[in-house]
């Protein structure tokens, strides 16, 4: 069995992750602020002995990134390279990166496909997009195996509502809950989700697989996508539609195909089908 870090160890995907990993009898390190341990004081002594660093610590929120582009800045970017910095000095095989859908921004064509420039229309989108380009100039230097996962709209059991990944579902559910209207920002957007069991299986792919990973920027998702419109209306007939945020993309669904090809991987669950349960 291997030894592992995983930083976001008790967020939403970090904690899924946590538990299978657990479940296949790994030894497991955790770092997350909700701890106490911030990941740009992580050093290279605490990774002694890890085989692989699972990287999902972030300040994961558009709006936020945009009225504090410094302080998201030093979590997403330099937080990123203090960990590839201290993974390489421990000599960890393998670096898996939590990338995002945001680098993409609009784009003139669809699916979203891993050649194309990226397009980030936010601080975060940006920050994230920097810690690719860490992870593949990793490679590139000093021989560490990297890869992006880049993930669109995460979904699944036990998502807050303050979860970026898809936090529109999470809110959803609760205002139905209390049985309130759904606010709806926008509503014609489109987004492609991904459901969090796959998005772990991916994590395992990359960290199991024979295949070098040398960079590699990879989308993980859905393979469909839906507006916002067809989500709200999938949990409730009660709907508040409200201005679009700035910062966002129109439309987004995934090309998947690289995913398959390198690791055998597509995704299981259809969001609709899940909120449907």
């Known amino acids: 069995m291997a030894k592992i870090m995983i930083t976001g160890s008790s967020g939403f995907i970090g904690g899924h992750l946590w538990r299978e990993l657990k479940n296949r009898g790994h030894e497991l390190i955790g770092v997350d602020l909700k701890d106490g ?4 004081d992580v050093i290279a002594e605490e990774l ?15 709006p936020y990134s945009i009225e504090n582009p410094i ?3 030093i979590t997403n970017v330099s937080g990123t390279l203090n960990m590839l910095e201290q993974s390489r000095i421990a000599g960890v095989k393998k670096f898996i990166y ?3 859908s945001s680098a993409y ?32 100039v990793y490679f590139d230097v000093y021989g560490i195996q990297t890869v992006s996962l880049r993930y669109f709209n995460v979904y699944g059991e036990d998502m807050p509502s303050d979860n970026a990944y898809s936090a529109a579902i999470a809110i959803f559910q609760q205002k139905k809950r209390d049985g309130l209207p759904l606010p709806v920002l926008g509503g014609k957007q ?18 199991e697989s024979d295949t070098t990973l040398v960079g590699q920027i990879v989308n993980i998702g859905g393979g469909k996508n839906y ?7 999938a949990i409730s007939d009660k709907i508040e539609h409200l201005p679009q945020r700035k910062g ?10 690289f995913a398959k090809y390198l690791w055998g991987w597509e995704p299981t669950q259809d969001v609709i089908e899940w909120l449907k349960k």
């Open 71 to 73: 302080e998201t800045h």
């Open 105 to 136: 921004g609009d784009q003139d064509r669809l699916p979203l496909d891993e050649s194309m420039l990226p397009n980030p229309m936010s601080p975060y989108g940006v920050q994230k997009l920097v810690g690719e380009y860490y992870c593949r």
């Open 190 to 207: 489109t987004r492609d989700f991904t459901y969090v069991g796959d998005v772990v299986r991916a994590n395992i792919l990359a960290m």
């Open 98 to 100: 939590s990338a995002s």
């Open 48 to 62: 002694d002995g890890v085989d692989y660093v699972f990287h999902l610590a972030a300040k994961a929120k558009v």
């Open 227 to 233: 507006s916002i419109d067809e989500i709200a209306s």
């Open 37 to 40: 341990k911030d990941i740009n």
């Open 248 to 257: 966002e993309p129109m439309d987004a669904i995934a090309d998947i195909s």
